[in-house]
């Protein structure tokens, strides 16, 4: 069995760079002198690729990544999004980025299952801190999108929903465990000092990193078994 860990950055870390895909691999090279960091250009759908093709220093456009080497250390860049890490027994990790579009194409179920086809077992889930059920309010539009019931409706039409609930859902219909899944329920929107959140703060807004794999482990913030 190979243990992995990973972390859900908090403000903190990332105060010193734009949030863009390159700055932040830059930043995470100096501080965990890796060879292998692989940052992604979030688009919010559902693509997920495999670490082994993307060329070196190349930045993909996808909002999934899932690597064979526990080595690799996989980025996903929040703010108000839910970052969802999975490592498996045998060393196989994901990072996937799980926006309400993302969530509404199944990228967290996409994922596990794309894993599981590369040999993954005993697969472990952790979502980190995401915008809350008591922030995360959509119109009717937006709401009908969703294959999940909302968690309450305001007397103006809005919806609020559960992104962690959303994604645990998913697992779940991936064949993982409830006790496999563990979630940071902690509201970005609420938690002004300690996370990002682009609801609250709009284009201002910069991003917290979640990462899995190599020594990832080793930054600050929220482990992630």
């Known amino acids: 069995m190979i243990l992995m860990k990973g972390v859900f950055s908090t403000i903190d870390y990332t105060s010193n760079t734009d949030g863009s ?25 559902d693509t997920i ?48 980025h799980a926006g309400w579009r993302g ?41 009908k999108e969703f294959r999940f019931p909302y968690s309450r409706q305001d007397d103006d039409g809005g919806y609020y929903f559960d992104l962690w609930e959303m994604a645990k859902a998913q697992a779940m219909s991936a064949g993982i465990q409830k006790h496999m899944i ?8 609420c938690s002004k000092e300690l996370f990002n959140s682009y609801r609250r703060d709009n284009l201002s807004a910069g991003r917290q990193i979640s990462a899995i794999g190599g020594r990832s482990w080793s930054l600050p913030g929220l482990r992630a078994a």
């Open 103 to 143: 969530l509404s194409m199944g990228i967290v179920k996409k994922g596990i299952l794309k894993m599981k086809s590369l040999g993954a077992d005993s697969i472990r889930i952790s979502a980190g801190p995401a915008i809350g059920p008591c922030c995360f309010r959509v119109g009717g539009d937006v709401a």
């Open 21 to 45: 895909a390159d700055s932040i691999r830059q930043m995470m090279s100096e501080y965990l002198k890796t060879s292998r960091i692989i940052t992604l250009n979030q688009v919010h759908e």
């Open 182 to 189: 563990t979630s940071f329920r902690i509201c970005t929107c």
């Open 49 to 96: 690729i495999i670490a082994d093709d993307v060329i070196p220093h190349a930045i993909p456009e996808a909002d999934g990544v899932i690597s064979l080497n526990p080595e690799d250390t996989l980025v996903i860049r929040t703010a108000d999004c839910l970052p969802v890490l999975a490592c498996s027994d045998n060393g196989i990790s994901g990072a996937f």
